[in-house]
């Protein structure tokens, strides 16, 4: 595992790689020709890095994004480029549970295969506001909407790994503010919050649902015997527009702090290596922090918490389709 001092002096850690790696440096040399993925909030950010390097290693990238603009805009740059590159656009609003589904179902009707889904979209620290399913929008957003785009696209990546050979890899960005959260780990009695809103812990309580999400669905397809694995990933501190709420905060933070922050290239390489690097063959249910495992919070290595999470989660969906 990667130490404390390996991840402020940017040394490599027992991967080869570390916090000063780039997303190119780490998948150096990987021919992606033959995979098909999908990343969320592909159009900027580290998301757009992520999609550019894979596009870069000829893989079939399509960017699921919320603004169709800044997608297509994404897309072009891309393509400016990199000539070669095979990248498509397609709408998706994680906060929308039926845009979602939408989503899937289209996807789903193109009779594409699908090796690789990257959990990247998010948003961070945004004043209090409801989904339009009426759940507190970072939790919708962050984690809700892709545990529903995840079983909704899971049996595809049974199909294709089963049909290709090739192990299908499922990515969640978290973030080490997932130790940064509220007493009990998650509010299950209280999501919506009300008067007591954090906007910090309700940021950490959705990143670890996102490892604990990953960690579940880990251990289900180890059950079934699934050529498919599913990791957790904390990027590093970058500033994105993912901090468009908190910019001040951020800045102050940054002058102190500037020895651990990174930029976007450094950004993407986790969520990169996890992806495509073939050292990682059938390595799942781990989180990754600057391209080496790192050991999470004792919440997000909590498997009964984990099992509470995903049997919530399902009973959420289920009362929102319903109501």
């Known amino acids: 595992m990667v130490s404390i001092f390996s991840l402020v002096t940017g040394r490599p850690g027992p991967s080869g790689f570390g ?7 780490v998948t150096e040399g990987i021919d992606a020709s033959n995979l098909t993925c999908i990343i969320t909030g592909g159009a900027s950010g580290i998301g757009l890095e992520t999609a550019r390097v894979l596009a870069l290693r000829k893989a079939h990238v399509i960017i699921a994004a919320r603004n169709m603009e800044s997608a297509k805009e994404a897309k072009q740059l891309i393509l400016q480029e990199i000539e070669f590159a095979r990248v498509e656009i397609m709408k998706l609003d994680l906060s929308s ?26 948003v961070m620290f945004c004043p209090y506001q409801r989904s339009e399913d009426g759940i507190e929008m970072q939790f919708a957003t962050n984690y809700l909407g892709h545990f529903l785009l995840t079983n909704l696209l899971l049996e595809k990546m049974k199909e294709s790994a089963k049909a290709s050979g090739i192990e299908g890899r499922i990515i969640n960005l978290s973030s080490i503010a997932h130790t940064y959260t509220y007493e009990e780990g998650i509010q299950f009695d209280n999501l919506d919050h009300g008067a007591g809103y954090s906007d ?25 015997d699934a050529n498919i694995t599913a990791n957790s990933v904390h990027p590093g501190v970058i500033m994105t527009p993912l901090m468009r709420h908190s910019t001040l905060l951020m800045n102050f933070l940054k002058m102190f702090t500037f020895f651990i922050w990174k930029n976007i290239p450094q950004g ?3 969520t990169c290596y996890v992806a495509l690097h073939p050292s990682l063959k059938g390595v799942s249910g781990k989180y990754f922090l600057d391209c080496n495992e790192f050991k999470p919070s004792k919440f997000a290595s909590n ?12 009973k959420l969906i289920n009362s929102i389709s319903k109501a």
């Not at 916090?19 to 440096?25: C, D, R």
């Not at 289209?106 to 889904?117: G, Q, S, V």
Request: glycine share 4%; hydrophobic share 40%.
């Open 303 to 314: 498997e009964l918490l984990g099992r509470k999470l995903w049997d919530f989660s399902n």
């Open 97 to 122: 549970l039926t845009s979602v589904r939408s989503f899937a179902e289209n996807f789903i009707a193109r009779d594409l295969p699908l090796n690789i889904l990257i959990n990247n979209a998010g």
């Open 268 to 270: 993407a390489a986790t």
């Open 19 to 25: 916090s000063a790696s780039t997303a190119e440096q």
């Open 200 to 224: 910090k812990k309700a940021y950490g309580q959705s990143k670890l649902a996102n490892i604990l999400h990953a960690n579940e669905l880990s251990r289900r397809l180890k059950e079934e």
